[in-house]
């Protein structure tokens, strides 16, 4: 990979960090979703950029599971087909091997804790906490240094909110 790449990379990744950091400390689940949305589109740039296939696929997905959340459309038909998408899709797209794989099995529990947790930021906030770890590997591996900052940063910024938050909270 050249440098270029990793630069321009690693500045897609800083936009879709300050997006994600402000996600986890939103109120709803609504406004949390529709920042993570921002996110997920730079995220899924700088994953095309730095050559992570599999996890610009399950930003796709991502972005497609939380519009459906957002305007609360739920079935099960959905459900399973975004479930499907990531997993297929993202074996299919593939290119990192066993690492690669961390992004479909991050991106598989957090939809279904979207579909069946949406009412309750503090699981859908400890769930995207797995997802964002999954993620942060594969940033590893990718020479994504801005990525990595980014995750340890939304992983410290989403815990201290659940350790200052309610117990539970279902807005």
């Known amino acids: 990979m050249d440098t270029k790449s990793i630069i321009i990379g690693n500045l897609c990744t800083l936009v879709a960090m300050i997006s994600n950091s402000i996600s986890s400390t939103r109120k709803t689940v609504k406004s949390m979703l529709v920042m993570q ?10 994953a095309i950029v730095l050559g992570g296939y599999s996890a610009a696929v399950q930003n796709a997905v991502s972005l497609a599971r939380n519009l459906a959340a957002i305007h609360n459309i739920k079935s099960k038909t959905l459900e399973w087909i975004l479930i499907a998408a990531g997993v297929v899709l993202g074996v299919v797209f593939n290119n990192r091997g066993w690492i690669g794989l961390l992004p479909v099995i991050g991106n598989l529990q957090y939809t279904l804790a ?28 990718l020479y994504n240094v ?26």
């Open 37 to 46: 949305n921002v996110s997920q589109l730079v995220y899924c740039a700088s």
């Open 114 to 141: 979207i579909f069946r947790l949406q009412n309750h930021e503090r699981l859908l906030k400890i769930s995207f906490l797995i997802s964002v770890a999954s993620f942060t590997v594969l940033n590893i591996v």
């Open 146 to 171: 801005v990525g990595v900052i980014a995750d340890l940063t939304v992983i410290v910024t989403t815990v201290i909110y659940l350790v200052k938050g309610k117990p539970e909270s279902s807005k």
